[in-house]
């Protein structure tokens, strides 16, 4: 039986991402949800707005020139009798991969919508993600402050575009200017917004019940009747909220308000607590682990160079599984299959790197990573296990990569293949020749790359077109018609960074030919780490 203190421990997280489509607010209630952490002392420096927390180094100067959000990142910090981990993901879809990534490693999701949008591309996108693990989501309608379109539409509309029932806890009182507040369904209490305090944590003014005189002289009678009368309708019309269907990612709880005005944020962060999951099992090849285990396991998904130039070095995220970390313990690093010692693993809390002392399943840590760790590995104490899922998507987009000077081919190749094993982007050597081939989900991973490669390893690169449409990694279990395979499909093989072998085609009509050609060959669009 694991020990009551360490259960406790376990119980108490929550770890959790936001997806949102581009300006819906994810950045904005990410400063809210951390002011009510305490964890800042005045919100307003998240993205650099205000302030320089995060723009600290060359391409994160890029990122800030497009005013976008490159990195992943981790806060951690407690509300109400919880530990929030938030993990931060970038809002550009260039990036989507790591998105991806980001998201095998949290057991819920808060969906962020802009209530004068409704439901965007990008949300749709993340959405498809968060069903291959039927991960819990939160909902938080925003900018109610603006005039926003009818909220049983928008509860409409994400149930039918995103297929999940939806279950208002709040319900809007009014927008825009008129915006007067939420009334709170489960606790039978109206909640009055004032304007003008997004930066504080607001003493709010709350009446109970609806058949309340002080209700109507607050927002006045006709709005009061118009109220009662629009809430007999929700309530009938909508779904109740069911802890089942919610843990089963089937039905999600709605929370309206504004980020910016902030309001209705801790309405959603106490929802969050309260129903959201503990730290989920994960798969491995072997058996599921569960967080209770007292064995410490966890995964990478996520390494990231230069989060602060005062440490020139690479960090590895890395979920936690089970059990629990402590300062100087020996791990089993499983695919180099070699025992470390990690006496500086990092946490986040609030943002800022500090060394952990001790961290348990559901949090995250940064491990200094000098070269040998890559993202997918698994860390043990001991067991042989490898944690599934966590997937490499095939690159849309090719290009050449050439140096302006041929002399530094040896550094190229070692930065191409380490920004790889990031997930920063993908490279590919084909088999036929020395070309470097980038390959890449957005544009944008591009420039990045090139960026990167002069500042952190001192190479000049430029890009070439190059003849390459799609790229698929393939495997055979058939030794020999694998062997024919690739004697015959010589020319459209490479090697990508890891040394898999992948089919690179000029065309569709190429990989379709080939794949109805070679049907014992299995043509993989994702590969897990
Ligand atoms: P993102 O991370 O999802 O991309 O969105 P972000 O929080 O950066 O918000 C996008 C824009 O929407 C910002 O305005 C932000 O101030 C605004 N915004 C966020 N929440 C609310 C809200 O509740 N009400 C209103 N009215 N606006 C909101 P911006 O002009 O692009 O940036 P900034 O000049 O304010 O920095």
């Not at 910090?77 to 919880?82: A, H, M, T, V």
């Not at 917004?193 to 709010?204: C, F, L, N, P, S």
């Not at 129903?275 to 072997?286: F, G, K, M, Y």
């Not at 992948?502 to 043509?523: G, K």
Request: glycine share 8%.
């Amino acid at each position: 039986m694991a020990d009551q203190t360490f259960l406790n421990e376990i119980n108490k997280r929550r770890t959790f991402a936001i997806i949102s489509h581009p300006d819906a607010g994810k950045t904005t209630i990410t400063e809210k949800v951390l002011l009510f952490g305490k964890a800042l002392q005045q919100a307003g420096t998240v993205k650099g707005r205000g302030s320089n927390q995060h723009a600290k180094s060359d391409w994160m100067d890029m990122e800030k020139e497009r005013g976008i959000s490159v990195t992943t990142s981790v806060m951690q910090f407690p509300f109400n009798d919880s530990l929030v981990n938030l993990l931060d993901t970038p809002g550009h879809e260039d990036f989507s991969e790591d998105t991806y990534r980001t998201l095998t490693a949290v057991d819920s999701c808060l969906m962020v919508i802009d209530a004068a949008k409704g439901v965007e591309d990008r949300t749709r996108k993340l959405m498809e993600v968060t069903r291959l693990r039927d991960t819990p989501i939160v909902t938080f309608m925003n900018k109610l402050d603006r005039d926003i379109r009818d909220p049983m539409e928008l509860l409409d509309e994400v149930e039918t575009e995103l297929n999940i029932m939806c279950a208002p806890v709040t319900w809007p009182i009014g927008c825009g200017k008129e915006f007067k507040g939420v009334y709170h369904i489960h606790r039978d209490e109206t909640i009055l917004y004032q304007t003008g305090q997004g930066h504080t944590i607001q003493e709010v003014r709350t009446i109970k019940g609806l058949d309340n005189a002080d209700l109507d002289a607050a927002i006045g009678e006709s709005l009061a009747e118009q109220l009662r009368e629009e809430l007999e309708l929700v309530i009938g019309a909508s779904h109740e909220f069911d802890k089942e269907l919610f843990l089963s990612g089937e039905l999600t709880p709605v929370y309206f308000g504004t980020a910016l005005g902030n309001f209705g944020v801790d309405h959603m962060l106490d929802g969050l607590t309260e129903w959201a999951p503990s730290p989920l099992p994960r798969q491995t090849d072997e058996r599921e682990v569960s967080a209770d285990d007292e064995k410490f396991t966890g995964f990478v998904f996520k390494i990231q160079a230069n989060m602060d130039p005062k440490h020139r070095d690479r960090i590895a995220f890395m979920r936690i599984v089970s059990g629990k970390y402590t300062q100087g313990m020996k791990m089993n690093h499983v695919r180099l299959g070699k025992q470390v010692s990690i006496s500086d693993a990092v946490t986040f809390m609030a943002g800022d790197r500090e060394r952990a002392q001790e961290a348990f399943a559901g949090d995250i840590i940064g491990l200094h990573n000098h070269g040998t760790i890559q993202i997918g590995d698994t860390f043990t104490q001991g067991e042989k296990l490898k944690f599934s899922g966590i997937p490499n998507f095939a690159p849309e987009l090719f290009r050449r990569i050439r140096l302006k000077d041929p002399l530094k081919q040896k550094q190229l190749l070692k930065g191409l293949v380490q920004l790889s094993e990031e997930g920063a982007v993908q490279v590919f050597r084909p088999l036929i020749n020395n070309d470097l081939i980038v390959g890449a989900v957005g544009v944008l991973q591009f420039d990045v790359v090139v960026a990167r490669l002069k500042s952190e390893y001192n190479v000049d690169a430029i890009y070439e077109s190059v003849n390459v449409q799609t790229a698929r990694w393939v495997n055979c279990e058939d030794e020999k018609k694998l062997a024919e395979f690739r004697r015959k499909c010589e020319q459209n093989l490479a090697l990508d960074g890891g040394d898999n072998l992948t089919y690179i085609a000029p065309s569709r009509v190429n990989l379709n030919l080939s794949m109805e050609r070679y049907p014992d060959v299995q043509f993989h669009q994702t590969r897990e780490h």
